[in-house]
């Protein structure tokens, strides 16, 4: 499939006047509609998991219309994201020489910088069709700011995520800012100022704190970086490599000395596709680092926060996202779903209230 791709995109360059000799743009358009073409293949099963099966029970989540435009909006991500993204890889595969390695660790922390600041407070917003405006004063204003103080937590401001299409919302609490910022904003979901009490969302509000306080997005992104270094380091092996682009079917001619990007990007892309199997190993990682975090946060709520109204709040929150109840730790092992079922994170809070657990977070507060 992948050799087919690679002659298509010849031919539409070609038919569209486009010297098929430009190899990096032809790479680009390679990896473009290889993309699509994968997402295409998935919409049937998607669609069907997301759309019509919650409608058999009469779970509501999404209507065909909101999926097709986050679908739209996943298409319109590709174009904006993984167009230069691939660009910046195509070219410091072909201009880095023998620093390819650091050229790709340093475009990769580029990127993630740009993740972790333009696009939560700029970008995801508009693709959720959300604006954020601030928390006006009130009682609930002056319990988060106190929380703040007491856990010394940078907030710089409270605002609170409007939707501007007529789907309902779901309550979160979520931290806006990098890892290594001294200011931070707390985002509330619009559904806590109408279905929530003040006690619960000031508990959901502490579990963000404690993501914070125990710099969960720091260890995540350190542990990305690691991945990062032994996967590039593996993937590059297969660099020089003519007989992994021959086992895909590619015709070996168009690999000439002068065209060196052409096996450097396309090997570099087949290698992923061959060391895939390896990606579950890092998935199984983050599962268990989220699974960690999830309940070190819930563990520090419940010691600055009050643990009745943290409970009430999750239970009141999974049954409007509808989460999964299945608790088989092997399937959620295997679908590498990282967050702790609503069941095993009030039992870690029974725990916590019985002192079957030593609460470590009391500590400094």
């Known amino acids: 499939m992948s050799a087919s791709i690679w002659e298509a995109t010849g031919w539409a360059l070609d038919h569209a006047g486009i010297n098929s000799t430009h190899l990096m743009l032809r790479c680009v358009l390679w990896d473009l509609l290889s993309g699509i073409l ?3 293949l998935n919409h049937p099963f998607y669609f069907y998991k ?3 099966v919650p409608a058999r029970h009469d779970r509501k989540e999404t209507t065909s219309l909101r999926w097709l435009r986050a679908t739209m909006a996943n298409y319109l991500w590709l174009v904006l994201v993984g167009v230069p993204s691939a660009f910046g890889v195509a070219w410091t595969l072909e201009k880095a020489e023998d620093g390819v390695m650091p050229g790709l660790m340093l475009f990769m ?11 939560p407070g700029v970008v995801m917003l508009h ?4 604006k954020a405006d601030p928390l006006p004063p009130g009682v609930l204003h002056n319990r988060l700011e106190t929380l703040a103080h007491k856990t010394g937590f940078p907030l710089e401001g409270l605002y609170v995520l409007c939707d501007k299409s007529t789907e309902s919302t779901r309550g979160d609490v979520s931290s806006r800012g990098p890892p290594w910022s001294r200011w931070r904003r707390l985002l509330l979901d619009g559904a806590l100022l109408e279905d ?4 619960q969302v000031v508990a959901l509000a502490a579990r963000t704190i404690g993501n914070w306080y125990h710099s969960h997005t ?3 992104l350190i ?8 996967y590039l380091s593996l993937v590059l092996s297969f660099r020089s490599s003519r007989a992994l682009p021959l086992a895909f079917g590619f015709n070996l001619d168009v690999f000439t000395p002068s065209q060196r990007v052409v096996p450097a990007y396309i090997t570099f892309q087949l290698a992923q596709t061959v060391l895939y199997g390896g990606v579950h190993l890092y998935r199984w990682l983050c599962f268990y680092m989220t699974r960690r975090c999830a309940l070190e946060a819930d563990a520090f709520a419940a010691a600055v926060a009050d643990t009745k109204s943290l409970r009430t709040a999750l239970i009141k929150r999974s049954s409007e996202k509808m989460d999964p109840i299945c608790n088989d730790w092997l399937y959620v092992m295997v679908q590498h779903d990282g967050a702790p079922r609503l069941a095993e ?3 870690a809070l029974d725990q916590l209230s019985e002192g079957k657990v030593d609460v470590s977070q009391k500590k400094n507060l």
Do not use: G
């Open 50 to 52: 997301d759309v019509v």
């Open 109 to 119: 922390m580029i990127l993630q910088i740009l993740f972790l600041t333009v696009v």
């Open 218 to 220: 720091l260890k995540c």
């Open 196 to 199: 929530y009490e003040v006690d």
């Open 38 to 40: 994968t997402m295409l």
């Open 345 to 347: 994170r009030l039992e």
């Open 223 to 230: 542990m990305l970086q690691v991945n990062i270094f032994i």
């Open 127 to 130: 693709f959720n069709n959300k």
